[in-house]
T-cell receptor
């Protein structure tokens, strides 16, 4: 399967713990995006990388959230001191070319107890 | 603030029937509009992408229309199948917003036998 993959698919954690998610984009896609989606809503943009550079960040990305893409391939999204409001589906997408058609991964569902 | 509004929020139809989902947006200047299908617990999958100059685009039993003057789009599903049960999300790209997309809240479609 050469699509976008995300790991883990599900994560349950206690409030205050740190969590880290991984996204592996489609090979040779230079752009990578993170979104958050709550139940019954459309995805909300969090951040965007072109290669290893983080070019855009949403105001939704508080200082407890950090994303990296150190080698321009896979990316990680870390949430520190999780809160119950962080419970959501975290989606990753990748793209290349013009227009940049985004291909989504299956998502990581986070539940904060 | 750019917005994408979808209606209805949810819809139940019988297998074999047709349906039309609506999308109104305020994004301006407009670059392109996409319809995604999202199965429960999965990432969105692109159905169609339409630019400013396109009025209609089909993908199998899915036909999307776009009226850029009234800022409205519709997704028509013909001869619905049980596998069409999913959320359908309208996504608009702002020409001035780089790679950021604005997502609608989606229409949850259930096709019953």
């Amino acid at each position: 399967d050469t699509g976008v993959s995300q790991d883990p698919r599900h994560k349950i954690t206690k409030r205050g713990q740190n969590v880290t998610f991984r996204c592996d984009p489609i090979s040779e896609h230079n752009r990578l995006y993170w979104y958050r989606q709550t139940l019954g809503q459309g995805p909300e943009f969090l951040t965007y990388f072109q290669n290893e550079a983080q070019l855009e960040k949403s105001r939704l990305l508080s200082d407890r959230f950090s994303a990296e893409r150190p080698k321009g391939s896979f990316s990680t999204l870390e949430i520190q001191r999780t809160e119950q409001g962080d419970s959501a589906m975290y989606l990753c997408a990748s793209s290349k070319g013009r227009p940049p058609e985004q291909f989504f991964g299956p998502g990581t569902r986070l539940t904060v107890l | 603030k750019n917005q994408v509004e979808q209606s209805p929020q949810s819809l139940i139809i019988l297998e074999g029937k047709n349906c039309t989902l609506q999308c109104n947006y305020t994004v301006s200047p407009f670059s392109n509009l996409r319809w995604y299908k999202q199965d429960t617990g999965r990432g969105p999958v692109s159905l169609t992408i339409m630019t400013f100059s396109e009025n209609t685009k089909s993908n199998g039993r899915y036909t999307a229309t776009l009226d850029a003057d009234t800022k409205q789009s519709s997704l028509h599903i013909t001869a619905s199948q049980l596998s069409d049960s999913a959320s359908y999300i309208c996504v608009v790209r702002d020409n001035n917003a780089g790679n950021m997309l604005t997502f609608g809240g989606g229409t949850r479609l259930m096709v019953k036998p």
